[in-house]
């Protein structure tokens, strides 16, 4: 056993207690007491020992050579005084403040974000073929910096800074890397109450700070998946349409589509959707070695036949009634303060399932509680169709956007993505919350304010 890390170790509170602050397993602390702090861990360990007033043994590492100031100010001493008050607030409160990695897989980026977020991406290839790129935002390396650290579960409180990168055109007058701070609130299975905490805290931030004159875009994902598996339409369709629905284009094309019947249809994949899977997989394959392999270029044989069946599925089916047609619209088209908003879409859906309108409920609910916590809602909007620029949202979501005269300036935003963990690698669904705020415009619009 090293004696003096053991030391140190026991001086910071103990094996749980340094996990906790240095955001490892206790199994890791208890390895230390073995093996000693791995070097990447000695500038930390320094900075704590220093917070707490804890002498560290000259054998534990010469501190003569660590610049301590630097440490013990942490990356927040390049930041301005506004930008360290809203630090400190999201630091607060249980929050670790965590620096998540620069470098992530560009897949698992794409997957999650979605195909638009490509041309915004700087991405690299290592030599064994593997794409990392530069973090487009902190929700994601936050998420993975969660796993790396063995949780798969475990309640989290995460709070960051640092730089993100987006490649942006020249006409859009945006920066291709800023600042960004926030918090993100990991396996807490109370979402109503941490959806609650993680928007309150955020906007008590901004307000802090003097920041007023912004208004607040409210959204639920998961209610419009409510309102889509309650309708009385083919699954296919219901499938869909919540494919579809993050890209709005995309949407109404799809709606317009289903809502006539087509009359051009495929015999092929009528005969391919009339088969079982594997006379199907069978007859899809013949057919690709007879032809010049042209129209199934860059896909699977299963993904080949399993896009025939659906074509030939759809031609089986029923075109969507006009009046299903009109419902899903006016449901998209609901936008109003949130008791309004809320009100229009009961009225709306009192016929439907019950499902739906417990759904609305919860969404109430959580405005009333948010408003007991003292926010305003005079400069707030919430739309059923809020929602369709990040796959990774899974409910509850918001942007603030600050407004003076004509100009409109996004600050930031966050929501629910219960989702994201697992598909990151977790074997597990795990709950989680988040948000973030640009600092550079958070800056700008305080300077603005106070003028």
Not at 29 to 35: E, L
Not at 371 to 389: C, L, Y
Request: hydrophobic share 35%; glycine share 6%; charged share 30%.
């Amino acid at each position: 056993m090293n004696k003096s890390v053991n030391n140190i170790i026991n001086a910071l509170g103990g094996t749980t207690k340094l996990a906790n602050l240095l955001g490892v397993n206790p199994s890791a602390v208890s390895n230390y007491r073995q093996k000693g702090f791995p070097a990447r861990l000695h500038l930390k360990i320094i900075a704590l020992c220093e917070e707490f007033s804890i002498p560290i043994d000259n054998d534990f590492i010469d501190k003569s050579k660590i610049p301590l100031k630097v440490i013990k100010s942490n990356s927040n001493e390049f930041l301005t005084h506004k930008s360290n008050s809203i630090m400190s607030s999201l630091s607060s409160d249980g929050y670790q403040l965590i620096d998540p990695p620069i470098l992530v897989p560009a897949d698992k980026v794409i997957d999650r974000l979605g195909e638009t977020i490509v041309d915004r991406l700087f991405i690299f290839s290592q030599k064994d073929g593997i794409r990392l790129c530069l973090r487009p935002d902190l929700t994601i390396p936050t998420c993975l910096y969660y796993l790396d650290q063995g949780f798969d579960g475990e309640k989290k409180l995460y709070s960051y800074f640092g730089k993100v990168f987006q490649f942006y055109d020249e006409e859009e007058n945006e920066p291709t890397e800023f600042t960004q701070t926030g918090i993100e609130s990991i396996g807490d299975q109370d979402s109503l109450n941490a959806d609650v905490e993680v928007f309150v805290k955020i906007y008590n931030a901004l307000k802090k700070e003097g920041i007023n004159n912004f208004k607040t875009y409210f959204g639920d994902v998961s209610l419009f998946q409510e309102f889509i598996n309650v309708l009385d339409i083919p699954e296919l369709w219901k499938k869909s349409l919540l494919e579809k629905f993050w890209n709005e284009d995309e949407f109404k094309i799809l709606l317009d589509e289903i809502s006539k019947k087509n009359i051009n249809n495929d015999k092929f994949a009528e005969r391919v959707y009339s088969l079982d899977i594997e006379s199907a997989l069978e007859l899809v394959r013949g057919t690709i070695n007879s032809s010049d392999g042209s129209f199934f270029a860059g896909r699977s044989l299963e993904e080949i036949t399993d896009r025939l069946r659906k074509k030939g599925e759809s031609y089986s089916l029923k075109p969507l009634s006009d009046s299903t047609k009109k419902l899903i619209t006016e449901f998209l088209s609901i936008k109003d303060t949130p008791s309004l908003a809320i009100s229009g879409l009961r009225k709306l859906c009192k016929s439907l399932d019950r499902s739906l309108l417990n759904k609305i409920d919860e969404v109430e609910k959580r405005f009333e509680i948010i408003n007991s916590n003292g926010v305003d809602f005079n400069n707030a909007i919430f739309g059923a169709e809020k929602g369709r620029d990040v796959e990774y949202y899974s409910g509850f979501l918001y942007d603030f956007a600050w407004n003076n005269n004509n100009e409109s300036i996004y600050i930031g935003g966050g929501g629910r993505y219960d989702d994201l963990i697992k598909l990151l690698g977790s074997e597990n669904r795990i709950p989680a919350v988040g948000a973030a705020l640009n600092l550079k415009k958070v800056e700008r619009i305080s300077q603005i304010e106070s003028l």
